[in-house]
């Protein structure tokens, strides 16, 4: 694919194949219910699955499992790994796209 492609992409795709039926006309209900796309219900239901609210960080995806009694410096930390976390995963994926491109 073009070099452009990669660049430009902000987000991942993937393309999934042999959806069962009921699978199918389950998704495609919930996005007819809720108004949604069938591609955002994806999305919600893949997030769900893997415990991620869109848009939540790590500190607020482990919420219930650190709980609340945590100290500013605690949460401080937790956010700052979350960022290096990012930041290496983002370079990380440079890194494949251009081993890939």
């Known amino acids: 694919m ?7 992409m902000k987000t991942l795709q993937y393309t999934i194949r042999n959806i069962p039926e009921p699978v199918d006309r389950y998704l495609r209900k919930r996005a007819q219910l809720s108004g949604k796309s069938l ?12 415990g991620i609210k869109p848009g939540q960080s790590l500190v607020e995806s482990l919420s219930w499992f650190i709980g609340s009694g945590m100290d500013q410096d605690v949460i401080d930390a937790l956010q700052e790994e979350d960022k290096i976390q990012k930041q290496l995963a983002a370079r990380e994926l440079d890194a494949i796209r251009k081993i890939t491109s």
Do not use: R
């Open 39 to 50: 591609n955002q219900v994806i999305i919600d239901e893949l997030s769900d699955k893997a």
């Open 2 to 8: 073009h070099e452009c492609y990669h660049a430009c």
